[in-house]
C-alpha cells in the first residue's frame, strides 16, 4: 500500500471524525446512484468518499481500495491522480449514450432537456479533462 493510505484517520476535533463518517457514506451512496444515472457523476463521488473514508474509518477505507469492483480506480486517483483511460471512455460514452436516449425519449420539458445537456457536458469535460496516463503498475 502507498503512504497515504497508511496515514489514514488522523486525531483532531472530537466531531471530524464523525462528520467524515457520514459523509463518507452520504458520497458512498452518491457514487451507487452516479453509476446507475447517466448526469450523475458516479466516479467523483466514489474518490470524495474515499477521501472521507480516510479521514473518518481504516476499516471502510480499506474496504473501498481493496474492492475489486473500485479498488483499482480508487488506487490509481491516490497514486497517480489519474484515471484510467478504460474508465475514462466507459463514463464519456455511458454518459452519452444513456444521458443522450434520456434527452431524447424520457424529457420532454425542453428547458429540462438543456439542463441535461448542461450537466452531461459539464461531467463529460471533468471526465475529459482528467489526466489519463497511468504509470505501470
Not at 497515504?4 to 472530537?14: A, C, D, L, R
Not at 447517466?38 to 471502510?60: I, N, Q, T, Y
Request: proline residues 5%; charged residues 10%; contains cysteine.
Amino acid at each position: 500500500m502507498n503512504e497515504m493510505i497508511s496515514q489514514t484517520v488522523k486525531p483532531g476535533h472530537p466531531l471530524t471524525r464523525p462528520m467524515f463518517f457520514a459523509l463518507g457514506f452520504l458520497f458512498l451512496g452518491l457514487a451507487f446512484v452516479g453509476f446507475a444515472l447517466p448526469m450523475v457523476p458516479g466516479l467523483f463521488f466514489l474518490m470524495v468518499s474515499a477521501g472521507c473514508f480516510a479521514r473518518s474509518s481504516k476499516r471502510w477505507h480499506d474496504w473501498l481500495v481493496n474492492s475489486k469492483l473500485f479498488g483499482p480506480m480508487i488506487r490509481d486517483w491516490q497514486n497517480h491522480r489519474s484515471i484510467s483511460r478504460t474508465s475514462k471512455v466507459v463514463a464519456i460514452v455511458g454518459t452519452i449514450v444513456f444521458g443522450g436516449y434520456s434527452i431524447y425519449a424520457v424529457i420532454d420539458t425542453i428547458w429540462l432537456q438543456w439542463t441535461a445537456v448542461f450537466f452531461m457536458t459539464t461531467g463529460i469535460a471533468i471526465i475529459a479533462s482528467l489526466k489519463s496516463q497511468v504509470p505501470d503498475r
